[in-house]
């Protein structure tokens, strides 16, 4: 397997667009993870899925950040409008099985650019 | 709230040389410890496992070790080499299965 792919590598725009970042989990995956690094605060989880349906997605800062799963090979994550404070790292991960035992593996991330 | 400490937050060492990795989290209510490796520009790769029974476990030079009740972890790196520079990154797994994360050590390995 090619491994957790997320597109695209890097993203720059302006504040007030709409971004859209996208994941597609390792095959067999139940579990999706969205994550965002930054200097500041570090990594945080965004929201998780199971099986396509969001469990828990107290860790989304804003309702102008949204994520959805329409099918188990994909996920997006968009942020409309999008504002300088969201520059970060964002990454998805995938794993299989309850998360107490089983390791996330992680995508190459997006780095994302609001100027 | 669970937080989780990590020192120091850079350390370089010389190639060949044994290290120790430190990691304290404050809610000893934890289902398990994760540490992961994170090289510049990619994602994160896991190392280590450790579930809340445990005590330890190793992985070819590393070995990892879990003390709940104290609050702490030790990551080990027997010797060391230039490959193993990276951002060292743990992370507890608390009661809603969420992974609290560390700010992470830098390690340089200097050849």
């Known amino acids: 397997d090619a491994g957790v792919i997320q597109s695209p590598r890097h993203e720059v725009t302006e504040m007030g667009q709409e971004v859209t970042l996208r994941c597609k989990p390792i095959s067999g995956h139940d579990y999706l993870f969205w994550y965002r690094q930054t200097m500041m605060r570090g990594l945080e989880l965004l929201i998780y899925?199971?099986?396509?349906?969001?469990?828990?997605d107290s860790g989304m800062p804003e309702d102008r950040f949204s994520a959805k799963m329409p099918n188990a090979s994909f996920s997006t994550l968009k942020i409309q409008p999008s504002e300088p404070r969201d520059s970060a790292v964002y990454f998805c991960?995938?794993?299989?099985?309850?998360?107490?035992?089983?390791?996330?593996?992680f995508g190459a991330g997006t780095r994302l650019s609001v100027l | 709230k669970q937080e989780v400490t990590q020192i120091p937050a850079a350390l370089s060492v010389p190639e060949g040389e044994n290290l120790v990795l430190n990691c304290s989290f404050t809610?000893?209510?934890?289902?398990?410890l994760q540490w992961f490796r994170q090289d510049p520009g990619k994602g994160l790769t896991s190392l280590l496992l450790i579930q809340s029974s445990q005590r330890e476990q190793t992985s070819g030079r590393l070995n990892a070790s879990l003390d709940k009740s104290s609050g702490r972890s030790t990551l080990y790196i027997a010797a060391s080499q230039p490959g193993d520079s990276a951002t060292y990154l743990c992370?507890?797994?608390?009661?809603?299965?969420?992974?609290?994360w560390g700010a992470g050590t830098k390690l340089i390995i200097k050849p």
């Open positions: 991960a995938s794993s299989s099985g309850v998360p107490v035992g089983n390791i996330q593996y």
């Open positions: 992370a507890v797994m608390d009661s809603n299965y969420q992974l609290i």
């Open positions: 899925f199971n099986n396509n349906v969001p469990i828990d």
């Open positions: 809610d000893s209510a934890i289902y398990n």
